[in-house]
């Protein structure tokens, strides 16, 4: 698989990993760490925020639930891509409950002269979240499912697009890797 450039992130690749880490990443207040859509009003802000403003769109409770089990699901798989996760078990669990509810979320081909992608069968939140499934299939189609990832620092938790060369990346930013290298160095010299 060709490796992706830091400086070449593809115009479509990007929007792919945006739109997942824009859900991922959803936040309940500014300042605090990455937390779940967590209740209708944060879910509704999202489909705002990734154009999915439909009319009549209406989130129900099933939704925020639906969207809390979606986005710890991603963030589980993402922690596995930086090196940290939990448990072998809560990997394959988290696959499992992604291979159970891709059938909620269909996705049709679109295709045209110069391609072909996937498309929500669906509109509204369905449409939303099929919109994630189809993001997840584009990133992994070209190599770049295993780049998102969420950051290592124990404080910070959010999820970022690893553009390094090597596919190394462990923080979301600098300011997050220098604060984990200070810790270690600190530790170290504290038991050395
Ligand atoms: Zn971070």
């Keep these: ?9 593809p115009p479509s690749l990007c929007e792919s990993s945006d739109l997942i880490l824009s859900f991922v990443n959803t936040r309940d207040v500014d300042s605090g760490p ?9 879910l509704a802000e999202w489909l705002a925020r990734v154009g999915r403003p439909d009319r009549d769109l209406v989130v129900t409770n099933a939704d925020t639930v639906a969207a809390d089990e979606l986005r710890s699901t ?27 509810i891709a059938e909620r979320y269909p996705l049709t081909a679109k295709i045209s002269s110069d391609g072909c992608t996937l498309v929500p069968a669906q509109t509204g939140v ?18 770049g499912w295993s780049r998102l990832k ?33 810790r270690a160095y600190r530790s170290r010299r504290k038991n050395g």
């Design 34 to 42: 990455p937390g779940p859509p967590g209740n209708r009003a944060g």
């Design 150 to 182: 969420v950051c290592k620092n124990p404080t910070c938790h959010t999820g970022f697009f690893d553009k390094t060369r090597n596919s190394s990346g462990l923080y979301c930013s600098t300011a997050c890797g220098s604060q984990m290298s200070m």
């Design 1 to 9: 698989m060709e490796p992706i450039a830091a400086e070449a992130c």
């Design 74 to 100: 991603f963030v589980t798989i993402f922690r596995a891509h930086a090196g940290c996760a939990d448990s072998d078990t809560s990997v394959s669990e988290a696959e499992a409950y992604l291979h159970r």
């Design 126 to 143: 369905p449409g939303a979240f099929g919109a994630l499934f189809a993001a997840a299939a584009d990133l992994a189609g070209r190599g």
